[in-house]
């Protein structure tokens, strides 16, 4: 069984940084596609971030782009997401996801499995 345990949220402030981490185990994850996405109260889950595991090409979403770099450990079978100059608007629950297929998706449905979710707040 896919488990995603995610780690490293917390409380800072606008323009600092944080790195979120993503423990993978129960599967074969050198075929996954592994996403970072996030979900402010009242709002939909957003996508952040993606990386084909096989390969390591990564995507972003525009709202990211140039701030958060998303990567991983062969080794460890961890996934890690280094968020810089965090704004009050990246306050968020941040979620792992994984995706047994070899496409990056960014929408949050076609993902089969999902993390518990790790809290981001950034204040101003």
């Known amino acids: 069984q896919v488990q995603l345990v995610e780690s490293g949220g917390g409380l800072v402030q606008a323009g600092d940084s944080l790195r979120l981490s993503c423990a993978a185990s129960g599967g074969t994850f050198i075929s996954y596609v592994m996403g970072w996405f996030r979900q402010a109260p009242g709002k939909e889950r957003e996508f952040v971030a993606a990386?084909?595991?096989?390969?390591?090409?990564?995507y972003y979403s525009d709202s990211v782009k140039g701030r958060f770099t998303i990567s991983r450990d062969n080794a460890k079978n961890t996934v890690y997401l280094q968020m810089n100059s965090l704004k009050p608007e990246d306050t968020a629950v941040y979620y792992c996801?994984?995706?047994?297929?070899?496409?990056?998706?960014?929408?949050?449905?076609?993902?089969?499995?999902w993390g518990q979710g790790t809290q981001v707040t950034v204040s101003s």
């Open positions: 990386i084909i595991w096989r390969g390591g090409r990564t």
């Open positions: 996801a994984a995706d047994r297929s070899s496409n990056i998706y960014t929408r949050a449905p076609l993902y089969d499995y």
